[in-house]
């Protein structure tokens, strides 16, 4: 039985039937359940939020497969709201939710983060679950914060730490950490930033104006390939030198991951509130 199957047993019973109507993918080297391995991860952290069902909740970030929308709406019930926020990447979003049977308790709004089309205290809860690393820099954590805080009473922040406890978790960190750098050396931009420390996650939150209510670290024991992509993307960097520092980077990673396969690292969860 595969970890996946294991976990699914010891989540609600209602969920693991949502789950099996999401999709499965045939894109190797991704396993063809992923988006589902991923969704139940989601699942298990936002147990450690306050999600109330019934409530209205802002999603910061939902992604191009709500993949944390997915498990929201579940928490949130019939008679709840996610307001799904994304800038750019809605891919196969409506067609997923459509087939979780979760379309009439989401709203999709695209806009930038910075500047929520929301009223003050419009939402009982903002989160952002995975998504931190895609706000290109500290600064810009530092406004989406602040505008989390006007929105809602109190927000809930869930990313990957910079940490490894067995050597599957130590493969996804290297093969990871070399995503800031493609997009760097192919694009010109920043994306998939490092992941950073709970500390530093909460020294951020105190320079938006919001004061830690609980920080803590949840282990999820579920593989994690979405670090991965292909070799020849490197190829596109402009800088020769720093497209063959890339590319052995890469060879290496790919190495442990074949060794030890790739594990979701340790996530750090922290609520927070206006100070």
Known sequence: MSRFDVQLKRVDSAFARVLQEVPLFDNPPLAADWLRCEMLERYQVLQHAPVATGSTVLEVGSGGHGIATVPLAFRTGETGRVIALERERWGMFREILTQAGYRDRVRPVKGDARQLP??????????????????????????????????????????????????????HLEMYDLRQEFFEATTGQRDDLHYLTAERLGRLLGEAGGVVLSSEVVEVDLPHALAYFPRDLLKNAADPKRREELLARWDRAEQLLRVHGTDHPPVGVILAARS
């Open 118 to 171: 929301l009223a003050s205290t419009s939402v009982d809860l903002a989160l952002c679950v995975h998504g931190i690393r895609s706000l290109r820099s500290e600064p810009i954590m530092v406004e989406v914060f602040r505008e989390m805080l006007r929105v809602a009473p109190k927000i809930f922040l869930a990313e990957s730490l910079p940490v490894a406890v067995n050597d599957a978790q130590r493969a």
